[in-house]
């Protein structure tokens, strides 16, 4: 009789955590169909440009794309063809820039690769502080604004003149003056135009000035 006390018991406690595991399960799984939660974006690196430090995110526009891979052949090219470069970074920094509506959040400031070193964090400060102050984040896609994105930028002239930044005179400077095309830029108020400076930081052209 002992024995067969013993059995019910164990028969018992076997029952009740089957009961529990089942219980458990089916409210965790209740729990992540209803509760799951969100998946943040992740961004990854597609292609990098040895020796002057250009990244290509996934991210990035099928247009922007495209002219980072022509940027990667002109940068292959000895010597490198100085007007064509200059044309590729300005339509690149635009778009970049201005398409707002493929920024994570504010602080996904466009552009940044092409900003003189001296100038990135004054540049990011400024940034964040005027066209991307206002931008939702959207780092789990679920951003209802509507920001605008560059279709397209045509270079309307390049000029190599004299340029003094800070102690330092470039005597073989750019300026470029652009034009620019959005889709869904809501009258806000971007530019529809550009003229952009750019110098020599050591093989790489920098942007120090842009209007």
Not at 93 to 100: E, K, Q, V
Request: no cysteine; hydrophobic share 35%.
């Amino acid at each position: 009789m002992k024995k067969k006390k013993k059995m019910k018991k164990k028969v018992k406690i076997t029952l009740i955590i089957v009961l529990l595991l089942l219980i458990v399960g089916t409210s965790g799984g209740v729990y992540y169909f209803f509760f799951k939660p969100e998946e943040r974006k992740e961004v990854k690196v597609e292609h990098k440009i040895k020796g002057y430090g250009y990244i290509l995110k996934d991210s990035k526009s099928k247009q922007y794309k495209k002219l980072f891979y022509k940027l990667d052949k002109v940068l292959k090219e000895d010597p490198v063809n100085e007007k064509k470069y200059v044309k590729l970074i300005s339509r690149m920094f635009l778009i970049d820039y201005y398409s707002l509506d493929e920024k994570l959040a504010k602080t996904d400031v466009g552009g940044v690769d092409f900003i003189h070193s001296d100038a990135i964090e004054d540049f990011l400060e400024e940034s964040e502080d005027t066209v991307y102050k206002y931008i939702e984040s959207d780092l789990y896609n679920n951003r209802k604004q509507k920001l605008p994105t560059v279709t397209n930028v045509k270079i309307e002239s390049v000029r190599q003149e004299e340029f003094t930044y800070g102690e330092e005179i470039d005597s073989d400077a750019y300026t470029v003056k652009a034009t620019l095309e959005y889709k869904d830029d809501n009258d806000m108020g971007y530019p529809k135009d550009a003229t952009l400076k750019f110098v020599h930081e050591g093989k790489k052209l920098v942007l120090v000035e842009a209007s």
